[in-house]
């Protein structure tokens, strides 16, 4: 697992460089973000997928976010592998049967932003914005940004 100088895990530290390579890639070209950007997308998908099973709340992913998860869901093989490694089963994708009035929950894409980082992953907080609000700006238990 792949972990940064201050040893927080990170998504990318969970699969294959090839998968990996290849969710950031789907990300950039049929999303349109650079290639950092995009990886760190993939990065933050891959880790929101990993802890789904283990938080009790419901997770939602904020909007760049879920640019990764999509992806991340259209890589079957990988996406179904990683599924069983890391939960024992299959994790399935539920999305919203319509659009939420007034977009994604602030409360629910901040509660999933601290979830990542208690479980000891490396947060990008420029990912996890709704309406120009940084849902992982702080943690409230030591005011520090993620």
Known sequence: MTAVANDLKTGRGLVD???FGSIANFVMLHDGEPLER????ADQAI??????DIVDEP????DDVDKGLHAFILHTRGH?????EVA???LHHTPASAPVAGGRPLERVTASAHALKAAGFQVFGDLWEVDGTNAAQCDSDD????
């Open 17 to 19: 460089e090839t998968l």
């Open 38 to 41: 995009a990886e760190r997308i």
């Open 47 to 52: 880790a929101f997928v990993a802890i789904t």
């Open 59 to 62: 997770m939602m992913p904020s």
């Open 80 to 84: 179904h592998a990683f599924c069983y």
């Open 88 to 90: 024992g089963r299959f």
């Open 143 to 146: 005011g520090r940004p993620y």
